[in-house]
T-cell receptor
Framework: GAGVSQSPSNKVTEKGKDVELRCDPI?????LYWYRQRLGQGLEFLIY????????KSGLPSDRFSAERTGESVSTLTIQRTQQEDSAVYLC??????????????FGEGSRLTVL | GNSVTQMEGPVTLSEEAFLTINCTYT??????LFWYVQYPGEGLQLLLK?????DKGSNKGFEATYRKETTSFHLEKGSVQVSDSAVYFC????????????FGRGTSLIVHP
């Protein structure tokens, strides 16, 4: 597609359930980033991919969070046994690569997760 | 580590007023600096950027100058419009390593007619 696509746009789940959030980046973008935005907070880095590899997983808040990317394209962020503090907007972004610090990121519209 | 500090919002202005949103940063190395904007119901998009000291980024009437001596990148616009109402994020990327961008908290701007 023309831009970064995320699904679902809105997800309401019960505490303890697992959720999967999907990101479809811009074609040809080798770098992919996941951020979390809690209400009134900034963007919290979670994980990034260069190709299908995730060199830096340091932002994942707990072992309940995992992410994968296949075919240097679609990425899935999985949250197991969701907790109320996981409620946030999860943003995905892609860029041409990570070998420069001057390039911009292209963001999706986000997936809003509400854990009851 | 890297960090970005933005002024608290919301900033509420009347149409045609002058806008300043302050942004200061702490970074290792020599960062590139960015302003992103998020309009209601949309994803973040790049507004402007500057990659070296004294560079001025500009777009859609907005400007920001990279000030290394004060580690700042304040966003300005001479005359805001209702359509500028959005959330503005200051960000940086440092060279080396994984170039992971660091974002500020965002500043909400509300412009009244």
């Amino acid at each position: 597609g023309a831009g970064v696509s995320q699904s679902p746009s809105n997800k309401v789940t019960e505490k303890g359930k697992d959720v999967e959030l999907r990101c479809d980046p811009i074609s040809g973008h080798t770098a992919l980033y996941w951020y979390r935005q809690r209400l009134g907070q900034g963007l919290e880095f979670l994980i990034y991919f260069q190709g299908n590899s995730a060199p830096d997983k340091s932002g994942l808040p707990s072992d309940r969070f995992s992410a994968e990317r296949t075919g240097e394209s679609v990425s899935t962020l999985t949250i197991q046994r969701t907790q109320q503090e996981d409620s946030a907007v999860y943003l995905c972004a892609s860029s041409l690569g990570t070998t420069t610090n001057t390039g911009e990121l292209f963001f999706g519209e986000g997936s809003r997760l509400t854990v009851l | 580590g890297n960090s970005v500090t933005q002024m608290e919002g919301p900033v509420t202005l009347s149409e045609e007023a002058f806008l300043t949103i302050n942004c200061t940063y702490t970074a290792t190395g020599y960062p590139s600096l960015f302003w992103y904007v998020q309009y209601p119901g949309e994803g973040l998009q790049l507004l402007l950027k500057a990659t070296k000291a004294d560079d001025k980024g500009s777009n859609k009437g907005f400007e920001a100058t990279y000030r290394k001596e004060t580690t700042s990148f304040h966003l300005e616009k001479g005359s805001v419009q209702v359509s500028d109402s959005a959330v503005y994020f200051c960000a940086l990327r440092t060279p080396g390593g994984s170039y992971i961008p660091t974002f500020g908290r965002g500043t909400s701007l509300i412009v009244h007619p």
